[in-house]
C-alpha cells in the first residue's frame, strides 16, 4: 500500500500524490451542472442513497449533455486551456492525452519533479479563468473548485489515452491531443 504521508484531503475525498501515478482529471465549468441539481444529488449521497461512483457518474452523464454555456467551446479559450497545458508539460508533469469538451476537459497526467498535483491544478485552473473571464469580458468563478480524478498504475499510459480518444471523439470536441 501507499505511505500514508502522501494521502491529502481538503474536505474532499481522500486523495494520493506520489510519483509514478498516472492521473486522469476532469474539472468542469461552474454553469455547467445546474445548483439544484448537484444539491438534490449531494442530498442523496449523504443519506446513503447513492454512492460516490454514482455521484461522480451522474455528473459525468450531465457534463456529456453539453449544460451550461459551453465556454470552452470558444477556440481562444480553448487555445489559452491549450497553450497552458502545453507550457508545463516535462517541466511540472507529463501530459499524456488531454481533451477539451464545450463544459469540461480531461487531462491524463504524471506529476514530477517534487510538483503536488494541488498546485499543477491550481496553475492551471487559475490561468485558464483568468484569461476566459478576460476574453468573455466578465469577472468571478469560471471552473469548479472541485476536480474528480482517478489515479492509475504506470503501466496502463496506452489504454488510458485510447479511452480518452475513444470516448471523446465521438463527441462535440473542441480541441484534444495525445
Known amino acids: 500500500m501507499y505511505d500514508p504521508k502522501l494521502w491529502r484531503s481538503r474536505g474532499y475525498l481522500p486523495h494520493i500524490d506520489d ?12 454553469d455547467s451542472v445546474p445548483k439544484d441539481v448537484l444539491e438534490r444529488w449531494r442530498d ?27 465556454a470552452l467551446r470558444d477556440h481562444r479559450i480553448a487555445h489559452s486551456l491549450q497553450e497552458t497545458l502545453l507550457k508545463w508539460d516535462s517541466e511540472r508533469y507529463r501530459l499524456l492525452a488531454w481533451v477539451i469538451m464545450p463544459n469540461h476537459a480531461h487531462v491524463l497526467l504524471e506529476c514530477i519533479n517534487d510538483f503536488s498535483l494541488a498546485s499543477v491544478m491550481h496553475s492551471i485552473k487559475s490561468y485558464t479563468a483568468h484569461e476566459a473571464n478576460r476574453v468573455l469580458g466578465r469577472k468571478g468563478r469560471f471552473l469548479v473548485k472541485r476536480i474528480f480524478r482517478q489515479v492509475y498504475p504506470r503501466s496502463s499510459p ?8 475513444r470516448g471523446q471523439s465521438r463527441k462535440s470536441e473542441v480541441v484534444s491531443g495525445s
Do not use: N, P
Open 158 to 165: 496506452l489504454y488510458l489515452c485510447r479511452k480518452i480518444h
Open 44 to 70: 442523496e449521497q449523504s443519506r446513503c442513497d447513492i454512492t460516490d461512483a454514482t455521484y461522480r457518474r451522474r455528473v459525468e452523464t450531465y457534463l456529456d449533455q453539453g449544460y451550461g454555456s459551453g
Open 19 to 30: 510519483k509514478g501515478l498516472l492521473q486522469f482529471i476532469t474539472f468542469r465549468l461552474g
